[in-house]
């Protein structure tokens, strides 16, 4: 196979003589998998060591995948185009997380006023945060068929539409349903936010584009409580609801005005001409549109992903750690309503702003300090990246995570000042956003053709483990005590963390043990297909 040869203009390097890969959906990412003597190795980049060096100095950026010549081609788009479009859907993504949590300071309140248990009005929260995950499985098949604009509005209306409905609510029930029926089309912002990273961005630019959404998630766990909390206290529950809509609302012009589509079909055989959109052909909603696609082959794909390890591994991780915010949520919301602290619902909600704090020092740490840990590592493996160099940086978190939930654990036993337990929540909020960005960056790096597949499955496993805890948190600490159960779930985290040192060492073997069955032995074949067309031509 001929060597891949570089060539720089204006700072950049494009790679060129890389075979292609077409995904089972029928399209084609050019220039970004193997080069290496393994052609059926998924995950792998070969780029030269003069390309590597120059990336690790700064010295020029190299384009993986190689864009086409097609001015609407998504990798072709402006930066101006590609922020405005990341950051209307990672809102979307913050405010559906934020709606998913909601209830959380209210809880109580729902109880007195429709006179179920406490258990029962805990459905609102985790039942609510499961069909956020849930969702994935609808949208992401149908977002494949249709597109992701189309989807977007047609998810974020009824999401609108059923927050302005849920405040006149006359049963527990009736409010339940509604709630998770807003937060099954929520879902559309979940998983397929790190598809479109996949899809827009570069090699170079994906630790810090997906750190840009998962600031925006940690936000949403961190400042939403502290929203929702003070707005319940000061006018109800009925009223944050209310907020919600507005929000939404509001994201929804955002997404129609702003948000491009960028599902697009790459194919080697097409040279142009090429026509550029203007700004009003950008508002149609067929642009991403495949006949050849049926969504519920694509969701039968999705459940197949279960047997991939790696795929698996970054749901539990991504998921473990989620589970343990929500397991200090729940407790800490509980203990700080009583003595000594005594807070009301706008305290316990400002409370969550450390972890916000420390998801800001997480983003310098897991965004740009992962695309730079990667690429010393591309330069000193020859110019060959695999997604396997990104995970020495979960030893940030792997400190963080473990170190705060016992934090928070053990100063909620002895009833310290606030303070202590604040500082646990800062080093929770460093580990989740540093573990979703390099759990979701790995998964999207070693299967980027199937990422929304991918992230789905993710996401799924992380949201029911969330489901779970919040279920059980409160009897698991009554039983075991605060200081025990948080000690235990360190425990858990330290676990779940230690495969990663598995899939550094055997990750690349795992990758091309999967791509012998499954949607990836699909791949495989059709990668073939398109480099012998590839070849003739």
Known sequence: MAE?????????????????????????????????????????VQISEAAADAEVHGNHKVLVPTPSDDPDDPLNWSRRAKMTSLLCISTFAFLANVNSICFQPALTIIHEEFHVSMTESSFLLSLNVLMLGVGNLFWVPFMRKYGKRPMYIAACSVVVIVNIASPFAKSFGGLLAARMISNFC????????????????????????MMIFHIFLSGAFFIGPLITGWIT??????????????????????????????????????KGPFEKRTYRQ???????????????????EIIRLVMYPP???????????????????????????????????????????????????????????IDYIA????????????????????????????????????????????????????????????????????????????????????????????????????????NMGVAQAFGCMAGIIVFVFLFGVLLYYWGKRVRLFTSTYGPLKELRRQRHQAHDTKERA
């Open 375 to 478: 690429a010393v590592a591309t330069r000193r493996n020859h110019g060959v990246r695999e997604p396997e160099m990104r995970l020495p940086a979960l030893l940030i978190p792997g400190f963080f995570g473990p170190a705060g939930i016992i934090v928070i654990g053990v100063t909620f036993h002895f009833l310290t000042p606030w303070i202590a337990p604040a500082i646990g929540v800062g080093m929770m909020g460093v580990a989740i956003t540093c573990v979703n960005n390099i759990g979701v960056t790995y998964a999207v790096d070693s299967y980027l053709p199937i990422s929304g597949e991918v992230i789905t499955v993710v996401f799924v496993i992380r949201n029911t483990i969330s489901c779970l805890v919040a279920l059980y948190s409160n009897t698991w600490a009554a």
């Open 311 to 369: 795929v698996i591994w970054a749901g539990f991780l991504i998921g473990i750690i989620s589970g343990a915010n929500v397991i200090q949520d729940v407790i800490s919301g509980g203990a700080l309503v009583k003595e000594p602290y005594k807070f009301g619902a706008g305290k316990v909600g400002s409370f969550q702003v450390g972890g916000f704090i420390g998801a800001l020092l997480g983003f310098f740490l897991g965004g740009r300090g």
């Open 233 to 270: 206290q000061g006018g109800g529950w009925r009223w944050t609801v209310g907020f919600m809509a507005i929000a939404m609302f509001t994201n929804l012009m955002a997404i129609v005005f702003l948000f491009r589509e960028s599902a697009y079909q790459r194919d080697l055989l097409n």
């Open 4 to 44: 891949p040869k570089t060539t720089a203009s204006e700072g950049q390097i494009h790679i060129e003589n890389i075979p292609v890969q077409r995904s089972f959906n029928g399209d084609i990412d050019s220039a970004q998998d193997t080069t290496s003597e393994d052609a059926d190795l998924f995950g792998t």
């Open 186 to 209: 929520a879902g559309s912002a979940d998983a397929t936010v790190p598809s479109f990273v996949g899809e827009v961005f570069f090699l170079y630019e994906r630790g810090a584009s």
């Open 282 to 300: 950008w508002f149609g909603l067929s642009i991403g549109y495949r006949r050849d696609v049926n969504p519920f082959r694509v969701f039968y």
